[in-house]
């Protein structure tokens, strides 16, 4: 009994730490953060008054807020999509057994940790329309410049390829490490069984990595829909509203235009779908579970 | 004999191709950062000719402008913060977050799964979320502009990751070692210290690395939160898009302190990143 | 109709090091051949380059006089079994038994019959929902079968299907896997580091060691006439003692001196060994089984004087561990009358039995 209840009051000091700063910072924010949806919460403009569900309401109404909603979803989905197919497959080329394929792989990573804000700037530069390398390269192949950060169609794409080049990578590690976690004898069990290669790839590889293509997915869309440096950097929402996407949309709301009880509004809003989605997928995925 | 070596060929054949793939994807994956090098070694003519040099007379006049007199902003005092602020909050979310993490893996309790789950999931909201409470709360007990608030937001912000990702390095270990130690004598706290952590020693460089990477990066709530005595380098660099988009070359050369570090550090993370950066769910 | 030859077949994973090194061994057509063996020996490598897994360094592979070295391991039509089983963690019973069929495209519903019928003989019929990793280790290993029975192969690779599993299931599956030879008239071509389950199971075995090939037979050929002191240690479910002997050749009948025990030698056995030149050379040495001893308590000239060091109780018998100048003896005695530590005894030895071994490790008694 005395050894159990030592047991427990060791858990409780080793835990305790760590739960009171994630709820001081993590968690009572997001109860603050509703407190302050329900209010009308302006800068300098005297003080809060209780307002009900009137954010929300209006939020409902909101042609912008529609738009970025729209925005997001669309830079999610081509940016998640653009890096899965592509990663997915380099994860296959990396693991061909050659000489010198390790360094390479190493290498071709390095993106992914690059500060965000820098790749920005850096891509911001290349796409320039007047001196950027990018233009340079595609009117060498003979076609016309291209305001990839000032042209409606083009700009929210310009994103996603930054987005892409940086995370990419990304996909292609976690699926390469997932293809080596692979044992060795179920390959051997398809050759003495007599599966050829594509029945090898379709029945025996793609089902064991389904698990890790679903984790991947679901980092990619959780990580890209709070991505803001890049619009920040290199468009600030524009061409005409084409790259504002949520995190910016809110970010001008709460700090631009310093309506906090609408930006509020907006977190909280954009809390409970990512917790909805997480919470289905990751239900379906099983991440939480442990397989111990 | 002759299907031998025809067998030979053909690997090799699929290795250079291979290869060479390998190579383009580098390449690729490497341009943005050789553009940042050279932009921030051109001068200012080379910077916006068109069309691109490639060739040019290297200079360190972008790095000068940069570092002694730009502005009359130092970057130094920002990558002072930078490095003040991603030490000290590495530190305490690793710190913290091992004993949490021995904790659910050691001790387990009803709900602790639950709990680490949840813990976890704080990991997924939108940071953009946070700034409009955090930015209120701090600003109601002084702390805007502190290096105090950063510390403790990313504190916070990498606790959720170290828990998780520990928690697995720690359920790995053979349970008869500290068992063994608990035998010999050794209380609950020496177990921890002496024989448990130092054999998640590439789980802590792991998630310390990566801490560090995600403080050192973080751009939004250091935006917020900070003006002018503790913003860190992200902030400074936020700066060129309102510097009317002439100063390319020194805001590039900071560029190249903001990521070279990392890159380094990266470079000899490789073998547990995935484990890191997929939360332990892919090894 | 399988019949498997190794013609000269050498496997280098280095240049230097061989893991089989001219192997020659050809198995009948619907027979059982067990290949034994301590691990390292050589033997999965063999049955690995036989079923296509690995490449052949040096010689041929021919089944049924035709060359199988570059073939690749799909179209050899063999189907393997596995010690860890090998099953599809992804997929449940029914899809790991399938996947061989489906390999073939064979149509679903002659696949549904050919999976309930394989599952009946094995009696796994109500585990076909469950996968892998919730059944035990026996299930596993029954599936492992099914899925190789259930294609029209004849030829069955089987590398220490037994070896994981417990003492019981062993006997119980080794016996349902001889039935399985039997019924499907088929050629296996069986790995495993247990004597008494390779002799149970099969018609030849095939003692390897360090990459070769050391000698084939039945379980009691390899008992009484090993061609060499390593199978005569490795074979039998008491160690052999080996002790230093020697011929004496000027007494008026040939004589055996194993330390100070002299035995009296018949002239045929003596004989058998009196034209191996290598006799000369002097050092010999005598390979004793514990049966082929037994202990006494008065001396005699040709009785092996030593002291008990350990009793080992095997049910009825007891196997008596002495020693003395010459060495150490194991003798098989009836629990009853076994000695006690620190008794002294007097040993002699069935001299029909001796083996005897020259510097080589050759065994020169050897009946051919």
């Given amino acids: ?292 | 004999m002759t299907s031998n070596s025809q067998v030979a060929a053909q690997f090799s054949l699929r290795a250079v191709l291979a290869l060479g793939a390998a190579c383009v994807v580098v390449g690729f994956s490497l341009f943005p950062l050789y553009i940042m090098i050279t932009t921030a070694l051109k001068s200012e003519s080379d910077i916006f000719s068109w069309p691109p040099t490639w060739t040019f007379e290297p200079t360190l006049q972008a790095f000068k402008n940069a570092f002694l007199l730009f502005g009359g902003q130092n970057v130094l005092v920002f990558l002072f913060n930078s490095v003040l602020i991603t030490a000290a909050s590495t530190v305490l979310a690793v710190g913290l977050g091992s004993m949490a993490a021995y904790a659910l893996a050691r001790f387990p309790f009803r709900g602790s799964k639950h709990l680490a789950f949840f813990i976890l999931s704080t990991r997924f909201a939108p940071p953009v979320a946070f700034i409009v409470p955090i930015y209120l709360m701090f600003r109601s007990v002084g702390l805007i502009d502190t290096h105090l608030a950063l510390i403790l937001f990313y504190t916070s912000m990498n606790l959720s990751f170290v828990i998780w990702v520990l928690r697995g390095f720690f359920a790995d270990i053979p349970i008869e070692l500290e068992e063994a130690a608990l035998v010999d004598g050794y209380t609950r706290w020496q177990v921890f210290l002496r024989i448990a952590l130092p054999l998640v020693r590439p789980g802590l460089a792991a998630t310390a690395i990566l801490s560090a990477v995600f403080a050192w990066n973080e751009f939004l709530l250091a935006n917020i939160i900070t003006q002018r005595d503790a913003a860190t380098i992200p902030v400074y660099l936020s700066g060129f898009s309102a510097s009317m988009g002439i100063a390319w070359g020194e805001y590039m050369a900071v560029g190249f302190f903001a990521v070279a570090p990392i890159m380094i550090f990266t470079l000899f993370l490789q073998r547990h990143l995935v484990r890191g950066l997929t939360f332990g769910a892919v090894r | 109709m399988p019949r498997i030859e190794f013609d000269n077949v050498s496997k280098r994973y280095a240049p230097s090091s061989a893991a089989v090194e001219n192997l020659s061994l050809t198995i009948e057509d619907g027979s059982f051949l067990c290949v034994l063996g301590p691990s390292g020996c050589g033997k999965s490598s063999t049955l690995r380059m036989l079923a296509g897994l690995e490449s052949i360094t040096e010689g041929e592979i021919r089944v049924d006089g035709k060359r199988y070295n570059e073939l690749k391991a799909q179209s050899r039509d063999f189907a393997m079994v596995f010690e860890n089983y090998a099953l599809y963690p992804h997929l449940d019973v029914y899809g790991n038994l399938a996947m061989p069929l489906a390999a073939r495209k064979m149509p679903r519903q002659e696949i549904a019959r050919r999976v309930e019928e394989i599952a009946n003989t094995l009696q796994i019929s109500d585990q076909l929902r469950k996968k892998p990793r919730q059944l035990s280790g026996g299930q596993r290993q029954r599936v492992g079968l099914g899925r190789a029975i259930i294609r029209d192969t004849r030829t069955f690779l089987m590398d220490e299907p037994l070896g994981h599993l417990e003492a019981y299931l062993r006997q119980q599956l080794r016996t349902e896997i001889r039935r399985l030879h039997e019924e499907l008239g088929a050629t296996t071509f069986y790995i495993t580091h247990d004597q008494e389950e390779a002799a149970a199971i099969s018609d030849r075995i095939a003692v390897m060691s360090e990459g070769r090939l050391q000698q084939t037979g039945d379980l009691l050929t390899l008992l009484d006439n090993p061609v060499n002191r390593f199978v005569a240690e490795f074979i039998g479910n008491l160690p052999i003692s080996i002790l230093p002997a020697s011929i004496a050749s000027n007494a008026a009948s040939p004589e055996l001196s194993v330390g100070d025990a002299r035995i009296p030698f018949s002239e045929r056995r003596a004989s058998e060994i009196a034209d191996s030149t290598r006799v000369a050379a002097g050092r010999l040495e005598a390979g004793v089984r514990p049966d082929a001893v037994t202990l006494h308590e008065e001396s005699a000239r040709h009785r092996l004087p030593l002291r008990v060091s350990v009793v080992e109780p095997v049910g009825d018998m007891a196997v008596i561990v002495a020693d003395g100048p010459a060495g150490r003896l194991r003798a098989a005695v009836p629990s009853d009358s076994a000695p006690s530590p620190g008794n002294s005894v007097h040993a002699e030895f069935d001299a029909s039995r001796i083996l005897l071994f020259d510097g080589d490790g050759r065994n020169i008694l050897r009946k051919t």
Avoid: C
């Fill in chain 1, 1 to 292: 009994m005395k050894y159990f209840r030592e047991k427990r009051r060791i858990a409780f000091a080793m835990i305790s730490p760590s739960i009171l700063v994630i709820v001081a910072i993590n968690i009572f924010p997001i109860l603050f953060a509703v407190y302050i949806s329900l209010h009308l919460w302006s800068f300098g403009r005297g003080v809060p008054r209780f307002a009900g569900f009137l954010n929300y309401e209006e939020l409902y109404y909101d042609g912008r807020f529609g738009d970025a909603v729209l925005t997001s979803a669309k830079f999610v989905f081509f940016a998640v999509l653009l890096e899965f197919v592509v990663g997915f497959a380099l994860a296959f080329l990396f693991n061909v057994k050659v000489r010198g394929m390790a360094t390479l792989r190493q290498i071709a990573v390095l993106p992914i940790m690059v500060m965000p804000i820098v790749a920005g700037l850096v891509w911001f530069y290349m796409f320039n329309e007047n001196f950027g390398v990018i233009n340079w390269l595609i009117t060498l192949l003979g076609s016309e410049k291209v305001g990839f950060l000032t042209d409606l169609d083009v700009a929210l794409f310009s994103i996603v390829l930054a987005d892409a080049w940086q995370w990419t990578p990304f996909v292609m590690l976690v699926m390469f490490a997932a293809l080596q976690s692979l044992p060795e004898y179920v390959y051997e069990a398809a050759k003495m069984d007599g599966l050829n290669a594509w029945q090898t790839f379709w029945r025996v590889t793609i089902p064991m990595l389904r698990p890790s293509i679903m984790i991947v997915i679901l980092l990619r869309i959780v990580d890209s829909f709070k991505m803001i440096e890049l619009v920040f950097m290199m468009t600030q929402g524009g061409p005409a509203g084409r790259t504002e996407v949520l995190p910016w949309y809110l970010y001008v709301t709460g700090f631009q235009a310093l309506d906090l009880g609408f930006a509020a509004a907006m977190a909280v809003s954009m809390l409970i779908l990512v917790t909805i989605f997480t919470q289905l997928f990751l239900s379906r995925v099983g991440i939480g579970n442990d397989n111990k």
